[in-house]
């Protein structure tokens, strides 16, 4: 190992990384739950307001019906976070204790694992060894490199409009078929 100023590489790396502090303005999920709050703030109202004018309803049944839908659609919006946030939690926990069976009961499968997760960032047959023993000495590590690169994610996008198609197209369409038919 060189020395540079009386601290070997890996010295120097640590002291750096024990130095350097991450300032964000905020996590990505909460910048996502806004992002998706706002898109889904602007568009439902509009929509519904596009649609009753259409009509011709009056404007103050309008406005009634938009303030409802911002009540509806604001306490939607946020118990769907909640529900969404404790269920990606729970789907952790459950992925967390898979992991940690799996480096104990099929350790080749999750080594392989590991050199398939490496060689789709491009390491070399000959770089995963070293890889994949270090992570076999700390399980810990292993689990926590298992749970971020190998977790499989549904795409959010096909998710949020799938769901939101299927169950708006359902209320929508339903509603009419429910009441008396005027």
Do not use: C
Not at 75 to 101: C, F, N, P, T, V
Not at 138 to 164: G, Q
């Amino acid at each position: 190992m060189s020395e540079v100023h009386g601290y070997t590489d890996v010295e120097k790396q640590r002291v750096l990384l024990n130095d350097h502090q991450e300032r964000h303005f905020m996590s990505s999920d909460v910048v996502r739950d806004v992002i998706i709050g706002v898109s889904d703030g602007l568009t439902v109202p509009f929509a519904l307001a596009a649609g009753l004018s259409g009509a011709d309803v009056p404007s103050s049944i309008i406005l009634v019906a938009g303030i409802a839908e911002v009540a509806a659609g604001s306490i939607s919006m946020g118990l769907g976070g909640y529900l969404a946030a404790k269920s990606e939690a729970d789907h952790y926990e459950r992925e967390l204790k898979r992991e940690q069976q799996e480096i104990i009961t099929v350790p080749d499968i999750e080594a392989a694992e590991v050199a398939d997760i490496l060689a789709q960032y491009g390491a070399e047959p000959h770089e995963y060894g070293p890889v994949v023993s270090a992570l076999q000495r700390n399980p810990r590590a292993w689990v926590d490199f298992m749970m971020k690169y190998k977790r499989k994610h549904f795409t959010s996008l096909h998710a949020f409009f799938l769901s939101f198609y299927l169950l708006s197209y359902t209320a929508t369409v339903g509603w009419p078929l429910a009441s008396d038919g005027s």
